[in-house]
């Protein structure tokens, strides 16, 4: 599995920014996948994640409502629309492929991973 994901940028707090994860090799669409990201000096964490068809979504507590994941089987592309961002937001975004159908919260549910895209919010 090949994930490549994009999208970063630099964005003013308040304003939005739409990531997205291409499965270059496309063996991702049984699986769940999801985003993490990692702030300097801090532990990789959680953001979001989504079932195999997009069924179930699930979505860290400092994300929910303002973050939405989604993803296009048929184009093998994953995405993360980002509103109302914050400084806090800001960190290298990863996206991954779970081991199983479902996503988890655990960076150890997933096996393959992408490199990441930097987003930082300026205040």
């Known amino acids: 599995v090949q994930l490549q994901a994009f999208g970063g940028g630099l964005v003013q707090a308040g304003g939005s920014l739409r990531l997205s994860c291409a499965d270059s090799?496309?063996?991702?669409?049984?699986?769940?996948m999801g985003w993490f990201r990692q702030a300097t000096g801090k532990e990789r964490e959680f953001v979001a994640g989504i079932s195999w068809n997009g069924g179930n979504r699930i979505y860290a507590d400092s994300v929910k409502g303002r973050f939405t994941i989604s993803r296009d089987r048929a184009k093998n592309t994953m995405y993360l629309q980002m509103s109302s961002l914050q400084p806090e937001d800001s960190a290298v975004y990863y996206c991954?492929?779970?081991?199983?159908?479902?996503?988890?919260?655990?960076?150890?549910?997933?096996?393959?991973w992408g490199q990441g895209t930097q987003v930082t919010v300026s205040s």
């Open positions: 090799s496309r063996t991702s669409s049984n699986n769940g």
């Open positions: 991954a492929t779970a081991r199983r159908a479902v996503a988890g919260t655990g960076a150890e549910q997933y096996t393959y």
